[in-house]
Every structure is written in structure tokens, then in C-alpha cells.
């Protein structure tokens, strides 16, 4: 490649990484300012305002530890929908994980009748739109009374999680080999002890991505717990969603950050694992 | 093996319990209502006419149908800058150069951040006091806030598009930068050695071999924007209105008779992703059968 296009290519490369960070870059200066008037490129003030209405940091004077404490335990909005996103999260990611592992060890290591047929209907809620099932569903629900209340929406949180976690635990499966197992068995190891140590080991990695992805997925979603939830249940995403609507953008970027920590941490940790062949890639395209 | 079959028997059925009884399980009921019927408020014949009402009765088919041809222009206009975006962005940062960890990751930054934050952010960057017309204010190429482009909430869909270019230009990005550190430079390197010039080797080299993994993904991004609620609900107006942000209100509407009509809408969003999807399938599948 000739030199010049070579340094134009690099510099095209930075500009669209510029571009790409501009939004947090707004995030972040939102969220620290509270009076950023048109036409400032750069605040004329820092201000901790927004994080103080939100009641995360106490107001100046009573910033102690006591004070932060204090204020914590008052329950404000944002703390409780953290705390409501957080442990919606972790619960769909264990029950999913232990539904998918015996599915996904079949799917991805026997043959039989009907396999490919069970892994399209398995993969059918990634195509279709979430839109065309919550409104039916939403009416079952209030019928089983399900609808308004925290188990509802972890049972539909299930529904866009469900395919990725088998996807991807498949995918493991699917060059993983049993035969050590047997060996196990054989030198006089129990079925616990089996899984415990060879299955687990093995399959560890692959599976702690399908988690942190299944996190993710839940973590993410806003339409669902909207409708089955029907308000009583908030989670940061609504809590978002309502901020942005009603425009105070200095609130709405300081939840936005508590928002997308989670999912760029996922990020880091996860970047090595993440390629175009993994299942769970597919996926984070619909978050 | 009777064992055996049982249990692929019993391994399959809890997952397939969920997707059964609550997706299909919904969509079954969502037509069972959008053909109106409705038990609770003592509708039980069976019709089409919610249907007929969204597509061609006076008061909702203009709304319905500039609501497709947004739906349709926002998803394919997003899908292709995205994807053609990230192919470029792609085979230029394949070379090693200064800060390319960095930029790697800025890169694909984009793909975990909840789809509702890229629809904030555009908020953020595109509006008319957003981080973007404050900067060409600074520069002085606009007067006031006016003078800058209204990008969002714009009748033409553009901070839709934006949005949907953020986030899966990552995606593009993630899948395109696996299939070409897997494919190495060899293809490149042979094609050079015969003669092809830098577009050939695009054209004819690299293309090619992107192209399954790139039309794949383009899929996925296509049939999420196209039913997804969030970002057209942030980024949108009211007329015209993207089809799935129209069928949410129908939905919400204290009228229990325009619930039919919300479902009605949210199952045709269905079946356009559906047959689009087929249509694809059939396609791949025909190229492939010709080659």
C-alpha cells in the first residue's frame, strides 16, 4: 500500500472512533453539569446536581460515609431499579443456564429425528419480533395472574434469553467430549462428582460467556417488563426510558451511565470469547 | 434405546415448555384476539376485520401504510449503511498502527450498550443543542440552533437510522473481524501476486468470502429494527409512525376495541419478518445451489 493512503486509512480510522465516542463523551458531560447551555462545547461549571437529585450522592456538606449510608438506605427510584434489574438478571440467568445445560448437552452431541426442526422452533423468539408475542401474552398473564408482578417478568424475560443460552451451550457441546466422562465413572467417580470435576471444567468458559450474555439480554430489556410488569415492576431500563421522555438530559445521562456500566465491563471481560462463530454474538445484536 | 430417547425426551422439554407456552403460546393469542375475539368484553366470533380497519379503513391506512414504507425504508437503509460501514471499517483496521487496541474496542463498544442508551445518545450527539451543533457552532458554521439539521425526531426517520447504525455497525463489525482474521491475508496476497489491483482484490477476494456471514447477520439487524419499540418510541413523530410504535399504542388505547387492532398490526409485523426471512432462506439457498 502506498504511504499516503496508508496514513489516510489511519486517520479515518481514528475520526470513526471519534465519531463512535461522541455520545458518551455527551453522556459524561451531562451528567457532571448540570447547566450546560447551547452554544458550550465545554461546560462552564462541574456539578454533582444530577446525581444528588437522584439521591445517589448526598448533598454537599452531608458527603460522609454515614451520609452516603444514610441516604442508601432511604430507597430512592434509581437504587431500588438497580437492585430490581440486578436480581431480575442474575435469577433468568440461573434458571436458564440449568434449563439449557441437559437441552443443550442433547442437542449438541446426539443425533436423532426432528433435531434440526427442535433447534429452529428452539430459535424462532430470536427472529420474531418481541412485539408479537408480549401483547397476546400479556392477557394470558393477567388471566394466571402473572401480569404486575415480579415473577412475570422473570418468566417472559426467559423467552429472548432461552435461545442464546441453548445456542451457545450447543455450540459448546458440540466439541466437547464425553468420553472423559466415562472414564470418570470407571475409575469409580458418582455422577456429582463426574459433573463436578470433568464436565464443569470443561465446559466453564463457554458456559460463563452464555451467562454473562444472558444477563445482558435481561439487563437490556425495556418492552417486556413494561407490559408484565405494568409499572409495578421498575427496572433501570423503564426508569431510563421515563427520564428521556419527560427531557432533563442531565438525569437521563446519569442513570444512562449506571445503565450501560454493567454492559461495558461484559464487554471487557468478554471480548476475547466474542467472534462471529460464538451464538451469543447473534444476540447482542438485538439488545 | 428406549433410555436414551427418553431422555432427549426429558432434556428438551423445559426449554421447549417456555417457547411453546409463552411465545407461540402468545402469538396464538395475540391472533385469537387480533381476529376479535375478545372474552372480555363478550366478543366471540371469529373475523377479519381489524385487519381490514389497519390496512384500509379511512381512519387508519394512511397512518398504516406511510407507517410500512417508513418501517421498511428505516430497516433496509439502516441495515446497508451499517453493514457497509463496518466492512470499511473492518478491512481498515486489519493493518497494525498506533492505538489499534483502543481502537478496536471503540469499535465494538457500541455492541453491548442497550439499544434504549444508543437512542439516548443519538439524543445527545444529533439534536438541535446536541454535542454535534454545538461544535459547528463553535466553528461558526451555524447561527443558532435552528440552522442545524433537525436529525431527530424528524419525519424522515434519520435518528432512527443513526441509532440503528450505532449499535449494529458494531455487530457488523465483531462478525466481519472474525471471518477476516480466520480467512488470514493468503487470498489477498495470492490475488496480488497474479496481477489484481486493490479493487479487484475487494471485489473479487474479499466480498465473496465476507458475504455469507455478512448477509446472515444483515438478517438479524433487519428483522430487529424492523419490530423493535424502543428506539423508534425515543426517535420518532407521530405521523408518520413505525408500524411497532403504532401497534404499542393501538395496544394501550383505554378503547378495548383498538386492542384487536394493535394485535392485528403486531402480527402482520410478524408475518412481513416472517416472509422476509423465507425470502432469504430461498435465496441463499438457490445462490448456493446455482454455484
Not at chain 1, 81 to 92: D, E, M, R, Y
Not at chain 1, 96 to 123: D, E, H, Q, T, Y
Not at chain 2, 16 to 35: K, M, R
Not at chain 2, 172 to 185: D, K, N, P, T, Y
Request: hydrophobic content about 55%; overall charge positive; charged content about 10%.
Amino acid at each position: 500500500m502506498n504511504n499516503n493512503l496508508k496514513k489516510i486509512n489511519i486517520y479515518a480510522i481514528y475520526l470513526g472512533a471519534f465519531i463512535l465516542i461522541l455520545p458518551l463523551i455527551a453522556f459524561f458531560i451531562n451528567a457532571f453539569s448540570f447547566r450546560w447551555f447551547y452554544p458550550q462545547v465545554i461546560p462552564k461549571e462541574l456539578s454533582l446536581q444530577a446525581w444528588v437529585r437522584l439521591k445517589l450522592i448526598p448533598k454537599p456538606g452531608q458527603r460522609t460515609f454515614d451520609g452516603f449510608i444514610e441516604l442508601w438506605a432511604s430507597n430512592p427510584a434509581v437504587i431500588k431499579a438497580l437492585l430490581n434489574s440486578l436480581s431480575i438478571g442474575f435469577l433468568v440467568t440461573i434458571v436458564s443456564i440449568i434449563i439449557a445445560l441437559p437441552a443443550a448437552r442433547v442437542l449438541g452431541l446426539l443425533n436423532f429425528r426432528f433435531k434440526k426442526l427442535i433447534i429452529f422452533i428452539m430459535v424462532s423468539p430470536t427472529i420474531l419480533p418481541p412485539i408479537a408475542f408480549v401483547l397476546g401474552l400479556n392477557i394470558n398473564f393477567i388471566s394466571w395472574g402473572f401480569s404486575g408482578n415480579y415473577f412475570g417478568v422473570c418468566l417472559v424475560h426467559l423467552v429472548p434469553i432461552m435461545p442464546y443460552v441453548v445456542l451457545t451451550m450447543t455450540g459448546i457441546f458440540a466439541n466437547y467430549n464425553p468420553d472423559f466422562e466415562h472414564q470418570a465413572r470407571t475409575l469409580g467417580a458418582n455422577k456429582t462428582k463426574t459433573f463436578l470435576l470433568i464436565t464443569l471444567p470443561a465446559i466453564a468458559p463457554g458456559m460463563v460467556v452464555a451467562a454473562l450474555f444472558a444477563f445482558l439480554v435481561s439487563w437490556s430489556q425495556y418492552l417486556l417488563t413494561f407490559l408484565i410488569g405494568a409499572g409495578k415492576v421498575m427496572t433501570l431500563p423503564l426508569l431510563v426510558f421515563s427520564t428521556a421522555s419527560s427531557g432533563n438530559p442531565a438525569l437521563t445521562a446519569a442513570i444512562s451511565i449506571i445503565f450501560i456500566f454493567p454492559a461495558i465491563l461484559i464487554l471487557f471481560f468478554t471480548s476475547k470469547f466474542v467472534s462471529g462463530e460464538s451464538g451469543a454474538t447473534s444476540g447482542f445484536g438485538k439488545i | 434405546m428406549g433410555g436414551e430417547r427418553l431422555k432427549i425426551i426429558l432434556s428438551l422439554t423445559p426449554p421447549l415448555l417456555i417457547i411453546f407456552t409463552l411465545f407461540f403460546g402468545g402469538i396464538f393469542y395475540g391472533f385469537l384476539q387480533s381476529l376479535g375475539y375478545q372474552p372480555a368484553i363478550g366478543k366471540y366470533e371469529l373475523n377479519f376485520s381489524a385487519y381490514y380497519n389497519v390496512m384500509f379503513s379511512e381512519r387508519y391506512a394512511k397512518l398504516f401504510w406511510t407507517g410500512l414504507g417508513l418501517n421498511l425504508w428505516v430497516s433496509f437503509a439502516s441495515t446497508f449503511l451499517a453493514a457497509v460501514l463496518a466492512l470499511f471499517g473492518a478491512l481498515a483496521i486489519r493493518k497494525t498502527f498506533f492505538a489499534k487496541t483502543i481502537c478496536n474496542f471503540i469499535y465494538s463498544l457500541n455492541l453491548p450498550m442497550p439499544h434504549l442508551v444508543v437512542a439516548v445518545g443519538i439524543i445527545f450527539v444529533f439534536s438541535q443543542s446536541g454535542l454535534l451543533a454545538r461544535l459547528a457552532s463553535q466553528i461558526g458554521l451555524i447561527a443558532s440552533p435552528g440552522d442545524f439539521p433537525v436529525l431527530v425526531k424528524d419525519k424522515y426517520g434519520f435518528g432512527i437510522i443513526l441509532a440503528y447504525i450505532w449499535k449494529e455497525a458494531a455487530f457488523f463489525f465483531i462478525i466481519l473481524m472474525s471471518v477476516l482474521q480466520s480467512l488470514g491475508e493468503n487470498f489477498e496476497e495470492l490475488a496480488q501476486s497474479l496481477g489484481a489491483n486493490r479493487w479487484q482484490r475487494f471485489r473479487y477476494v474479499i466480498l465473496p468470502l465476507v458475504m455469507p456471514n455478512l448477509f446472515s447477520a444483515s438478517i438479524i439487524v433487519f428483522a430487529f429494527s424492523f419490530g423493535a419499540y424502543e428506539v423508534p418510541a425515543l426517535l420518532g413523530v407521530i405521523y408518520p409512525q413505525m408500524l411497532p410504535v403504532m401497534a404499542f399504542e393501538f395496544f394501550l388505547n383505554p378503547d378495548l376495541n383498538a386492542r384487536s387492532e394493535g394485535m392485528a398490526l403486531s402480527i402482520i409485523i410478524a408475518i412481513i419478518v416472517m416472509i422476509l426471512v423465507v425470502l432469504y432462506f430461498w435465496l441463499t439457498q438457490a445462490k448456493i445451489r446455482k454455484d
